[in-house]
């Protein structure tokens, strides 16, 4: 399909097409405005593949986009389909992503941290409550609205995300980013939306010290270090952080699923359901993050990828 068809289809919907913001093998994405009222808003066009199963997780996002409303998840404002198209007009996020955010901030306090992780488990409960999974929970995933101070954050990229059933058999297919990946979902015998909490824990413990709480020099030894839960909390880089804090994490990052910390219970944690830390020291968050997210950036290829290099090495 030509920019020209695009451009005809964007106007039927009632949307004016503007500059493209970026573009990959199977979507390109466009600012648009819409006529209605100027709102402007991030269109991504999904070229529809011809594979069943890709396919299949294009209608899955659409699906799900259509389907949530929540401050802290990024605004599906319209979607629209044709035999080889689909468009899905997205809120605009001026403000990037939410690491880079608190590297521009120079100053990241633990009260800071405790204020995301409450939005953020927010939003990730009511997926949950609705029957969604994530599952590819990072930072890159993790915006800003605005560059300004009240600027909130939110949840975005549902091209994994599924709807699980409770009575149903577990998610089988293996998904996420190397670093933030449940290591129930490195063994492939299944696994549920809990795996959107381990991840989550991961994020929290960089919001907290600015460096990720598993990390090797190849994929294969990332992995080992995951499945058997291997972290700790270095100093001096956690000596500033609460007690609190670090229970806090170590309820989410429990290699199973089933004792891992729920959203719902983590929610009434003490560390995000009573007071904020008082504590105004200055993390180290700031001043690690930017060598350690170039060095998550290295492993951040496909996981099917990944798990090739995995497989391979334990034959």
Same mark, same amino acid.
């Given at each position: 399909?030509?920019?020209?068809?695009? +451009?005809?289809?964007?106007?039927?919907?009632?949307?004016?097409?503007?500059?493209?913001?970026?573009?990959?093998?199977?979507?390109?994405?466009?600012?648009?405005?819409?006529?209605?009222?100027?709102?402007?808003?991030?269109?991504?066009?999904?070229?529809?593949?011809? =594979?069943?199963?890709?396919?299949?997780?294009?209608?899955?996002?659409?699906?799900?986009?259509?389907?949530? =409303?929540?401050?802290?998840?990024?605004?599906?404002?319209?979607?629209? @389909?044709?035999?080889?198209?689909?468009? +899905?007009?997205?809120?605009c996020m001026y403000g990037g992503e939410l690491f880079d955010r608190i590297v521009d901030l120079g100053h990241f306090t633990e009260k800071m941290a405790q204020d995301v992780s409450f939005k953020l488990l927010g939003a990730l409960k009511y997926m949950h409550d609705k029957?969604?999974?994530?599952?590819?929970?990072?930072?890159?995933?993790?915006?800003?609205?605005?560059? %300004?101070?009240?600027?909130?954050?939110?949840?975005?990229?549902? %091209?994994?995300?599924?709807?699980?059933?409770?009575?149903?058999?577990?998610?089988?297919?293996?998904?996420?980013?190397?670093?933030?990946?449940?290591? @129930?979902?490195?063994?492939?015998? %299944?696994?549920?939306?809990?795996?959107?909490?381990?991840?989550?824990?991961?994020?929290?413990?960089?919001?907290?010290?600015?460096?990720?709480?598993?990390?090797?020099?190849?994929?294969?030894?990332?992995? =080992?270090?995951?499945?058997?839960?291997?972290? @700790?909390?270095?100093?001096?880089?956690?000596?500033?952080?609460?007690?609190?804090?670090?229970?806090?994490?170590?309820?989410?990052?429990?290699?199973?699923?089933?004792?891992?910390a729920t959203c719902a219970q983590l929610l009434e944690d003490p560390w995000l359901s009573g007071p904020r830390s008082e504590n105004e020291a200055k993390l180290h968050t700031h001043?690690?993050?930017?060598?350690?997210? =170039?060095?998550?950036?290295?492993?951040?290829?496909?996981?099917?990828?990944?798990?090739?290099?995995?497989?391979?090495?334990?034959?």
């Open positions: 399909m030509s920019k020209q068809q695009e +451009l005809a289809d964007m106007e039927s919907m009632g949307w004016t097409l503007g500059k493209e913001l970026g573009s990959g093998h199977f979507a390109k994405v466009y600012l648009v405005t819409r006529k209605t009222d100027g709102v402007e808003a991030a269109c991504k066009i999904i070229k529809k593949p011809k =594979e069943l199963k890709k396919r299949a997780l294009v209608a899955m996002e659409h699906k799900i986009l259509t389907e949530v =409303e929540h401050p802290c998840v990024v605004k599906c404002y319209d979607a629209f @389909e044709t035999d080889d198209r689909l468009y +899905l007009f997205m809120e029957g969604i999974a994530h599952r590819d929970l990072k930072p890159e995933n993790m915006l800003m609205t605005t560059k %300004g101070a009240d600027a909130e954050v939110k949840i975005t990229d549902f %091209g994994l995300s599924k709807f699980f059933d409770e009575q149903s058999s577990l998610m089988k297919t293996p998904c996420g980013t190397p670093g933030y990946i449940a290591p @129930e979902v490195l063994h492939m015998k %299944g696994y549920n939306q809990q795996c959107d909490v381990w991840s989550m824990g991961v994020i929290v413990y960089i919001l907290l010290c600015g460096f990720p709480p598993f990390y090797a020099d190849n994929d294969a030894q990332l992995f =080992e270090k995951i499945k058997r839960g291997q972290y @700790e909390f270095l100093k001096p880089y956690w000596d500033p952080i609460s007690d609190g804090a670090k229970e806090f994490v170590k309820k989410m990052l429990i290699v199973d699923p089933a004792k891992r001043k690690e993050m930017p060598a350690a997210q =170039e060095k998550l950036r290295k492993l951040k290829g496909a996981f099917l990828a990944a798990w090739a290099v995995q497989s391979s090495a334990e034959q």
